[in-house]
């Protein structure tokens, strides 16, 4: 079995003492890709955003293997795009905040900027870009580092069929490398078609797991 990248055992997440999430424990393995599914309200994004570091949980732990937590990669729902920047101009900037040199930078930004099919928009302002395109360069800035845990809360939504075609290829590019992620969608069978295993949440809760490979 593959080593766990990121463990939680028995977290849990209360707001203004409700509870939202848990207890909950899973183990994200290297190069397995987690999916997690279940209404609005159901604990997903709080999931992620609490593996992300983003927010801490009241019980339970969060624990990483050795060089994970510098390369954690989060991708929310909300674009985090600066639209008065072009698209290199994004990408220079995630990957300086990152802490990366500048001839990896340049280099990383150009290999993602063409995987995506975003090469002739590069020098474009992001303004100018359409929905699809947002996001896929709001994924590309989460892996400026490369990153060895992957978190993406619906990476898709609103998102042409090509843009989604793009971003799920990568997806499975990154797995290959030995990745770990965990993603949601609401779309009906974007999750399957990268995902080794499927988590449902209800009310903050597992409601059952599935085998996808």
Known sequence: MSESLCTLTAVEKRYHGVPVLGPLSLALPAGEALGVRGPNGAGKSTLLSLVAGVIKPEAGQISYAPGVRGRVGYVPQELSLYTALTGLENLRFWGLAWGLPAKAVSARS????????????????VSAYSGGMKRRLHLATALMVTPRLLLLDEPTVGADSRSTELIFSLLAHLKGQGCAMALTSH?????EQVCDRILTLEG??????????
Do not use: I, M, V
Not at 113 to 124: H, I, M, N, P, Y
Not at 187 to 191: R, V, Y
């Open 110 to 125: 150009r290999w993602l900027l063409d995987r995506l099919e975003l090469s002739e928009k590069g020098a474009q302002p």
């Open 187 to 191: 779309q009906a069978g974007e999750l």
């Open 204 to 213: 903050g809760r597992t409601a059952s797991r599935e085998a996808e490979a």
